[in-house]
């Protein structure tokens, strides 16, 4: 594994000049789709301060602000994605939900194909390829959509970040008795060390498949809910169940985790769970009776 952290050398004044002065960033824009989600939140202020122009789609009207410039599209239905494609030198693609992603990527990549976009950079998952679920799949046909784009591209693939287990496991302790399937293992890793790693990744040359990004350690599902449960002084009872069929085989398999070669976060769940989670308002403001 690769121990990966933040350079904060790159956001200093004249880090920042240089990489102008030689055209690397500079007045063309860099379009960021979806620059308003957890990830995306995340990467806009670092292309900013790294000298970028930066160029926000959203399918909702929003105000610049902050350096930062919205465009307003879908990248579902097509609408306005010419516009927020139009001058754009590189394009960061981080939309992505439970399903549709392939096709939102193919959209993207035929109206930037039309254009002079420079370096496609996209956000995927570990275990694409290998884990049997729609959204994997759907992250697998957007990965293909990018590389068979024609346009030079980098994709990293990325372990769960830790705010989706905390909302995973927030649901589940609303659960009397919390259902663990066994052999279930998870790497999380922390959404800024992935958009800092991006940011870097966006300002080098396409690099086509990147390695894999994971959090620094391998936790069992009942061991992040048990995290989460201490950090917010709870108390549930667990109970190990199976999870059936071929994505179950995958899951216990492994096939969702990069145990070698991977670039590693340096936040840990410990570390995210002390900042995000406070025991008395956690229990309060979700209403756990049951402590
Ligand atoms: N979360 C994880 O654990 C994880 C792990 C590995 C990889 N990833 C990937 O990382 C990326 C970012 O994840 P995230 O958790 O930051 O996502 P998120 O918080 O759910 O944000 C989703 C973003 O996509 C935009 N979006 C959704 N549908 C759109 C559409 N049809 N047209 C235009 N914009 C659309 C939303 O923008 P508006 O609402 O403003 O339109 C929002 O900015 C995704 O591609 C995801 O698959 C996530």
């Known amino acids: 594994m690769n121990a990966w952290t933040n350079n904060p050398a790159m956001y200093e004044p004249r880090a920042v000049e240089a990489r102008q002065a030689h055209g690397k960033v500079g007045a063309a824009p860099i379009l960021v789709t979806g620059g308003t989600g957890t990830l995306g939140r995340l990467g806009v202020p670092r292309l900013r301060d790294a000298g970028c122009t930066v160029r926000v789609l959203s399918r909702r009207s929003r105000a610049d602000g902050e350096g930062i410039a919205f465009v307003t599209g879908d990248l579902a239905t097509g609408e306005g994605i010419d516009a927020a494609v139009e001058g754009a030198a590189i394009i960061v693609h981080l939309v992505g939900g439970p399903k549709g992603d392939a096709e939102a990527t193919r959209n993207l990549v035929k109206a930037a194909s039309r254009t002079g976009v420079q370096h496609l950079v996209y956000i995927s998952v570990i275990g694409a390829d ?9 992250k697998l046909g957007a990965e293909r959509a990018v590389a068979d784009s024609g346009l030079p591209w980098t994709t ?22 919390i259902p663990i399937p066994g052999g279930l293992r998870f790497q999380p890793v922390d959404a800024g060390d992935v958009a800092a790693r991006l940011v870097e990744l966006t300002l080098d040359k396409p690099a086509g498949m990147a390695p894999d990004m994971a959090g620094p350690k391998v936790y069992g599902l009942g061991d992040l809910a048990r995290g989460y449960l201490q950090a917010s002084g709870k108390h549930r009872m667990m109970m190990p169940v199976r999870m059936p069929g071929k994505a179950g085989r995958a899951y216990r398999a492994g096939e969702n985790l990069s145990l070698q070669g991977a670039d590693i976060g340096k936040r840990t769940w410990e570390e995210f769970l002390t900042e995000r989670v406070h025991a008395s308002s956690d229990s309060r403001s979700r209403g756990a009776s049951s402590n």
């Open 130 to 138: 290998r884990v049997p679920l729609g959204y994997f799949k759907s």
């Open 156 to 177: 990293l693939r990325a372990a769960q970040f830790h705010d989706l287990v905390l909302t995973v496991v927030r649901k589940m302790a609303k659960l009397p008795v």
